[in-house]
């Protein structure tokens, strides 16, 4: 069955660092599009960024870009979100997304808290 597993959450200091995994099996993971959400409490679940499948390009939410990257290694079956210059505001779950193509809704994992805190 398909699944999506995220790690690497956790609490870290404002400017601090983190990098999330994903790590995806059940479906071939090459033919996907692998995207970054993220939920903070009482709003809306919110894009933070995409990657296509061969790894050539990825787009980001203005609220993240420059400090997020999204990589993947498509013969480990993973995607990464290396965060940087973490601010307060990007506390949030943050879940991984697998689809074909951008109409698509896909597959979710079952996602990862990120603290960012004093």
């Known amino acids: 069955q398909v699944q999506l597993v995220e790690s690497g959450g956790g609490l870290v200091q404002p400017g601090g660092s983190l990098r999330l995994s994903c790590v995806a099996s059940?479906?071939?993971?090459?033919?996907?599009?692998m995207s970054w959400y993220r939920q903070a409490p009482g709003r809306e679940r919110e894009l933070v960024g995409s990657?296509?499948?061969?790894?050539?390009?990825?787009d980001y939410a203005n609220a993240v870009k420059g400090r997020f990257i999204i990589v993947r290694d498509n013969a480990k079956n993973s995607v990464h979100l290396q965060m940087n210059s973490l601010k307060p505001e990007d506390t949030a779950v943050y879940y991984c997304?697998?689809?074909?193509?951008?109409?698509?809704?896909?597959?979710w994992g079952q996602g990862t808290q990120v603290s960012v805190s004093s």
């Open positions: 997304n697998a689809r074909q193509t951008y109409y698509d809704t896909g597959y």
């Open positions: 059940g479906f071939t993971f090459t033919s996907y599009i």
């Open positions: 990657i296509i499948n061969t790894g050539a390009t990825s």
